[in-house]
């Protein structure tokens, strides 16, 4: 038998992560395997209390440092609390982003790739998902649906300009370009159906 799986979904904002998310694991499951949803920061009901400190409230609540701190707590929760347990059963994990996202959003300023991963060596013993899939969109496009979708309301870290996305996106695709491996980017344009069928596709390898 081939063994459980963690896959995570990372991508700039409105890319269509929880959209493809929805769809792999209604897939996965039409196949009969048991597969947990999941997402950060949250995913367990401690890591989920962290995320409403770190979206909500003013753009300066937190300091750069205590931002990458709290993300890699409830890194720490999730990983224990649920997803090696639903590893443990042989479930397989979905995560709507999980550490790329923050190498990508937290590791590119006051505090370095290294300073991130060492953060998650120490929170969750270095865990990283089986496969990455980084969602690629231009950036109009990844803007209007997420405008769309949520109008003139983003969330705490959602709501920085456009030039500090714009880094986040690039900081994806570097991840993909240098972690061919565990990274792989997908393009995110078109139905839905085509992206999940691209998805697949590069899941292949792992499918029972
Ligand atoms: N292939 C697609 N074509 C057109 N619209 C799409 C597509 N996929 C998703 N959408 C729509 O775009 C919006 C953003 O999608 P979704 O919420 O899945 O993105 P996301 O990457 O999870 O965003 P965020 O990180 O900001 O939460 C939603 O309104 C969704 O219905
Ligand atoms: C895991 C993680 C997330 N973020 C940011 C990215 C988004 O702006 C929000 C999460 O919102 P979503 O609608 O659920 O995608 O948080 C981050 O900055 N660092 C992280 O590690």
Redesign the pocket.
Known sequence: MRPARFIS?E????????????ALGAVLRARGMEVVETREPGGSPGAEAIRHMLLTGAADRWSARAEALLFAAARADHVEKTIRPALQRGAWVLS??FLDSSRAYQGMGELTDEDILTLHRIGSAGFLPDRTFI?MLPEGE?ES??Y???GDG?DRI?GRDSAFHRRVSQSFARFAAIEADRVRPID????????TARLLRELEDLLP
């Open positions: 979904l991508g700039g904002e409105g890319v269509g992560k929880s959209t493809q998310l929805r709507d982003r969602l990844a649906r997420a769309s979708r949520d983003s959602g995110a344009s078109g139905e839905a159906a085509a992206v």
